[in-house]
């Protein structure tokens, strides 16, 4: 991957070009700096700070009680923890709902204190004059189609969008409607592969599938979901690369028996007495 001297990072006029190259995107979600880190380092093109946090890391049955502060947070830590993949800011339910000028400033706290290059937001119709200011004032926006979990409430559950001819021609209609205004990019959540695959054809921008089938320009999963981490409930477009829930019980189980009989820790776990320990630890030498 190459990237330019001055700036450092996968930039969204990039994401464009692999489209066109048709190089396929690949992103991931994350939440801190330690997974953020490991995840660039593995190749990613883009971490998106997802409001999935709510579900994955808040603890919450919906991503709707994440707020600007929280997300704003966990940007700032997925920024630190990464020097070249993009960082993408979700930005979360009742922070985009309210006015175009609400909007923009809550898109730029994600860019100043976040250190995010992007923001994503999910929905059409109403949000488009938002989105055209962001562009405008240099915010890249990522648009969010198909199944929009913050619509929770209205949708009653999580299933597949966009299933009647007639939902999926509104649906194109939205993408168009994103592109025009301005979006960078799209992600298509959970609507049938053949719409999926109309939708990349329809536009310029590359559309990144989530349950969306194989057509999209490019792929994000959540990481929890990838490692298996999260394994409350797995829709089938869920791929486990790892079985993390299990690795992780397996390990803590362990350290818990290692303690309680006296296995943990060993001599060579702790620290002696000795002439230059002082030397060592004030020059920072050891752990
Ligand atoms: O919040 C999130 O993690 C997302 C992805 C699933 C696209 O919006």
Redesign the pocket.
């Known amino acids: 991957m190459s990237y330019s001297k001055t700036f450092p990072r996968v930039t969204a006029p990039m994401l464009g070009q692999y489209k066109r190259e048709g190089r396929r995107i690949v992103?991931l979600?994350a939440y801190d700096a330690v997974f953020a880190a490991l995840e660039e380092e593995a190749g990613v093109d883009f971490l998106?700070v997802?409001?999935?946090?709510?579900n994955v890391i808040a603890g919450h049955s919906t991503?709707i009680p994440m707020t600007m502060d929280s997300m704003v947070f966990l940007t700032r830590c997925v920024s630190r923890g990464t020097s070249h993949v993009m960082v993408i800011a979700?930005m979360p339910f009742g922070s985009f709902q309210v006015s175009v000028e609400d909007t923009v400033r809550n898109a730029v706290r994600f860019l100043k204190e976040g250190g995010a290059q992007a923001v994503?937001l999910?929905g059409a119709g109403y949000l488009l004059p938002a989105i055209s200011r962001m562009v405008e004032v240099g915010i890249p926006v990522m648009g969010?189609l198909g199944l929009t979990?913050q619509r929770i409430n209205v949708f009653g559950g999580y299933d597949v969008q966009a299933k009647t001819r007639e939902e999926a021609k509104q649906l194109i209609e939205d993408a168009k409607a994103l592109e025009a205004a301005g979006c960078f990019a799209i992600?298509l959540?959970k609507i049938p592969s053949s719409l999926a695959e109309e939708v990349t054809k329809a536009i310029q921008i590359p559309t990144?599938g989530?349950g969306s089938g194989p057509a999209c320009d490019g792929q994000?999963?959540?990481n929890y979901d990838l490692l298996g981490i999260f394994d409350k409930f797995k829709p089938k477009f869920i791929r486990h690369y790892m079985d993390g829930a299990k690795l992780i019980h397996e390990a803590v189980s362990t350290w818990v028996e290692d303690v309680r009989e006296q296995r943990y820790p060993s001599a060579a776990e702790c620290y002696q007495i000795s002439d230059n320990a002082e030397k060592n630890s004030a020059n920072g030498k050891k752990r």
């Open positions: 992103g979600t998106l997802g409001d999935s946090a709510g991503t979700d994503k999910e969010h979990p992600v959540e990144i989530i994000i999963l959540v």
